[in-house]
C-alpha cells in the first residue's frame, strides 16, 4: 500500500491563480481530511469528508473548495490564490470517525503564493 | 481559552533524561485523545492512543487527567532520535468526527 499520497509537492504561485491539490489514499478508507500547517502552528482542518459524494467544512475553509466523487481521492481547489494561503497542506484518511482511530497523513503539499 | 493548548518549547535535555509534556484541553466531554510525532518537514504520525487507564509503549507513557482535562506524554531515557514536535490532538465531545490539534512541543535531544 502507497497509504496517502499528495502531488505536487511544492509549489509556487502568484497571487490570483488557481491550483488543485492532488490527494489519494489506497487504503479504502471513508473518511477524508485537508489540513494546512502554518510555522510554528498546529493543524488546522480545511475540509473533510466522511465518504464519496460527502463533505463538510472545517475550521478555515474560506479560500478553498473539495469534492469527493470517489473513495480513492480528494483534491482540494484554490481558486484566487493569496498569501495568506501560504502554507503545507496535509491530507489525511482514516477508516472510521477521528474520535475512534488513528488518521494516516499524506507526505504535505508546500505551497508559496508571491 | 484555546480549544487544545501545549507548551511549545524547545525542551532541551540530554540523552537519557526524562522529560514529559502536558496537553490541555477545553471540553470537559472529549473522549478521544491521541499523540503524534512530527519530524522537521514531514508528515505527522501517530505516536500513540491515550486510554482513561494510561499506557506505555516502550519508553513512552500516556495519561489522561480528565479531572483537571489534560493529557501527558512521558518519555524515558530520551534518545537523539526522539528530537521532534509532539502534537496532542483530541476528539472534541462538539466536534464530531473531527480532531483538533495542539500546535506542538518541540523536544531537542542533545548528547
Known amino acids: 500500500n502507497a497509504g496517502v499520497t499528495q502531488t505536487p509537492k511544492f509549489r509556487i504561485l502568484k497571487i490570483g491563480q488557481s491550483m488543485t491539490l492532488q490527494c489519494t489514499q489506497d487504503m479504502n478508507h471513508n473518511y477524508m481530511y485537508w489540513y494546512r500547517q502554518d510555522p510554528g502552528m498546529g493543524l488546522k482542518l480545511i475540509y473533510y469528508?466522511?465518504?464519496?459524494?460527502?463533505?463538510d467544512k472545517g475550521e478555515v475553509p474560506n479560500g478553498y473548495n473539495v469534492s469527493r466523487s470517489t473513495t480513492e481521492d480528494f483534491p482540494l481547489r484554490l481558486e484566487l490564490a493569496a498569501p495568506s494561503q501560504t502554507s503545507v497542506y496535509f491530507c489525511?484518511?482514516?477508516?472510521?470517525?477521528?474520535?475512534?482511530?488513528?488518521?494516516?497523513f499524506g507526505p504535505g503539499t508546500r505551497l508559496l503564493v508571491l | 481559552r484555546k480549544e487544545v493548548e501545549q507548551d511549545p518549547g524547545p525542551f532541551n535535555v540530554p540523552e537519557g533524561a526524562t522529560v514529559a509534556f502536558n496537553c490541555t484541553y477545553s471540553?470537559?466531554?472529549?473522549?478521544?485523545f491521541f499523540w503524534y510525532r512530527q519530524d522537521c518537514r514531514k508528515e505527522p504520525k501517530l505516536l500513540m492512543s491515550v486510554y482513561s487507564s494510561g499506557n506505555e509503549d516502550g519508553r513512552f507513557t500516556a495519561q489522561l487527567n480528565r479531572a483537571s482535562q489534560y493529557i501527558s506524554l512521558l518519555i524515558r531515557d530520551s534518545k537523539l532520535s526522539d528530537s521532534a514536535t509532539y502534537l496532542c490532538a483530541v476528539n472534541l465531545q462538539s466536534s464530531g468526527d473531527k480532531l483538533t490539534f495542539g500546535t506542538g512541543t518541540r523536544l531537542a535531544v542533545r548528547p
Open positions: 471540553n470537559s466531554a472529549s473522549q478521544s
Open positions: 489525511a484518511s482514516s477508516d472510521t470517525g477521528a474520535g475512534q482511530e488513528t488518521q494516516y
Open positions: 469528508s466522511v465518504g464519496a459524494g460527502i463533505t
